[in-house]
């Protein structure tokens, strides 16, 4: 009976996780589709085309493209594989849409406590800036989540007692007839 229980608990258990992990990749997964094509929804808000950008929605744009190559750029030059790219970056983006998201739900908050009553006024005073500082946060979300290179490369290391030999003899010559003799 004990083996029974052991194995149906192991068994749940293996559902919980994979029911889990794909409700967080679904859910991850709509949150980064649903933020970056808010982006240009955002921008073109007046249905005006492009001259309804101004300078620095049209620069917010084009630093996007640019983090967005250098994201899968660097992926590719890593040799990392387009399942793993693509799940850092919708991770990378749901995560910094959702902190986003948490700090604006605190200064709407605060807001409420202030005014006791929250109307259309407080969404529509700062509504450029919040799109502005949500969109500077995805881009740096990006940046910052980009896959790097290590910094250094790794050299082959001399045994200790040759390192300490050559370290003690100060010129390269002697280390040379140090570690030769020695």
Same mark, same amino acid.
Request: hydrophobic content about 55%; glycine content about 4%.
């Given at each position: &009976?004990?083996?029974?229980?052991?194995? @149906?608990?192991?068994?749940?258990?293996? /559902?919980?996780?994979?029911?889990?992990?794909?409700?967080?990749?679904?859910? !991850?997964?709509?949150?980064?589709?649903?933020?970056?094509?808010?982006?240009?929804?955002?921008?073109?808000?007046?249905?005006?085309?492009?001259?309804?950008?101004?300078? @620095?929605? #049209?620069?917010?744009?084009? /630093?996007?493209?640019?983090?967005? =190559?250098? /994201?899968?750029?660097?992926?590719?030059?890593?040799? =990392?594989?387009? =399942?793993?790219?693509?799940?850092?970056?919708? !991770? @990378?983006?749901? *995560?910094?849409?959702?902190?986003? &998201? !948490? *700090?604006?739900?605190?200064?709407?908050?605060?807001? #409420?406590?202030?005014?006791? @009553?929250?109307?259309?006024?407080?969404?529509?005073?700062?509504?450029? *800036?919040?799109?502005? #500082?949500?969109?500077?946060?995805?881009?740096?979300?990006?940046?910052?989540?980009?896959?790097?290179?290590?910094?250094?490369?790794?050299?082959?290391?001399?045994?200790?007692?040759?390192?300490?030999?050559?370290?003690?003899?100060?010129?390269?010559?002697?280390?040379?007839?140090?570690?030769?003799?020695?």
């Amino acid at each position: &009976m004990k083996s029974f229980l052991n194995a @149906v608990d192991i068994l749940l258990g293996h /559902f919980a996780r994979g029911f889990t992990v794909v409700f967080l990749y679904i859910v !991850f997964s709509l949150i980064a589709i649903i933020s970056l094509l808010s982006i240009p929804l955002s921008f073109f808000e007046y249905d005006a085309g492009l001259s309804d950008l101004d300078l @620095v929605e #049209l620069g917010l744009f084009i /630093f996007l493209i640019a983090v967005v =190559w250098r /994201f899968y750029n660097r992926c590719t030059n890593l040799k =990392w594989s387009k =399942w793993a790219a693509i799940k850092r970056f919708v !991770f @990378v983006v749901a *995560f910094a849409k959702l902190l986003y &998201m !948490f *700090f604006y739900a605190i200064y709407l908050i605060l807001e #409420l406590a202030e005014q006791g @009553v929250l109307g259309v006024e407080v969404l529509d005073r700062h509504a450029d *800036f919040e799109s502005f #500082l949500s969109v500077l946060v995805i881009i740096s979300a990006i940046y910052a989540g980009t896959p790097l290179p290590p910094f250094y490369l790794k050299k082959d290391k001399l045994p200790k007692e040759e390192a300490e030999d050559a370290f003690s003899a100060g010129t390269p010559e002697k280390s040379e007839s140090a570690s030769v003799v020695g």
